[in-house]
């Protein structure tokens, strides 16, 4: 079964700065999708940016990108240019590529952006 | 509707009781997903449906747990028996399906279930 591996439980990051949150997995598949969804506090869950596993090119939504690195089986996501509304739980996320459209989740972390 | 609704919003149940959480997915959207999220923990996969079809329930923690999408919209997620260890937030989500590109799921407010 694929496991997703979120190690930074908090993290913190002053305004107008970047941050990087981690995110690693476990899989024997060769296909499959990336995804992290933002948790706002009592607010629904939030696509932030997908990654296709055989894509080679980092996926960038904005402030946001990541850097997808398969044979080390990491998936971390970079937020330039913080922003309070940043705020949230960010969660890292599993699909297989094939089969079972379900989403694997870590177990998040927790980002607090300072003024 | 504009997005995934879920209802109640907060539901508060006796241990022993029976629950129904219902979920009303984005018009059009053929999947549609449960998740259990517990308290500081990341959401974990309960069932999901493709139309009226339940594809995948292997998330299911027991055989109290049941869900149904009969009409392949709306989807019930119901709890027999309640125990004090269901209560989480229940997440229900729906996409449009696995073509390319139209993966994304979109996810609902959840309904927080409490167990006394």
């Known amino acids: 079964a694929q496991t997703v591996t979120q190690s930074q439980p908090e993290m913190s990051v002053q305004e107008a700065e970047t941050v990087t949150l981690s995110c690693t997995y476990d899989?024997?598949?060769?296909?499959?999708?990336l995804f992290w969804y933002k948790q706002p506090p009592s607010r629904q869950m939030i696509l932030v940016i997908r990654q296709e596993a055989y894509k080679q090119q980092n996926a960038t939504e904005n402030r946001f990108s990541v850097n997808f690195q398969k044979a080390a089986k990491s998936f971390s996501l970079k937020i330039s240019d913080s922003q309070l509304g940043d705020a949230a739980m960010y969660f890292c996320a599993y699909r297989s590529g094939g089969g079972s459209e379900k989403l694997v989740f870590g177990k998040g972390t927790k980002l607090t952006v300072n003024p | 509707g504009a997005g995934v609704s879920q209802s109640p919003r907060y539901k508060v149940a006796k241990r022993g009781q029976d629950v129904a959480l219902r979920c009303d997915p984005i018009s059009g959207h053929v999947s549609l997903f449960w998740y259990q999220q517990a308290l500081g923990q990341g959401p974990e996969f309960l069932t999901y449906?493709?139309?009226?079809?339940?594809?995948?329930k292997s998330g299911l923690p027991s055989d109290r747990f049941f869900a149904e999408r009969p009409e392949g919209s709306v989807s019930t997620l119901k709890i027999q028996r309640t125990q004090q260890e269901d209560s989480a937030v229940y997440l229900c989500a729906s996409s449009l399906g696995l073509t390319m590109g139209r993966d994304v799921q979109y996810f609902g407010p959840g309904t927080r279930l409490t167990v006394l």
């Open positions: 899989t024997s598949e060769s296909d499959y999708y």
């Open positions: 449906f493709q139309n009226e079809a339940q594809l995948d």
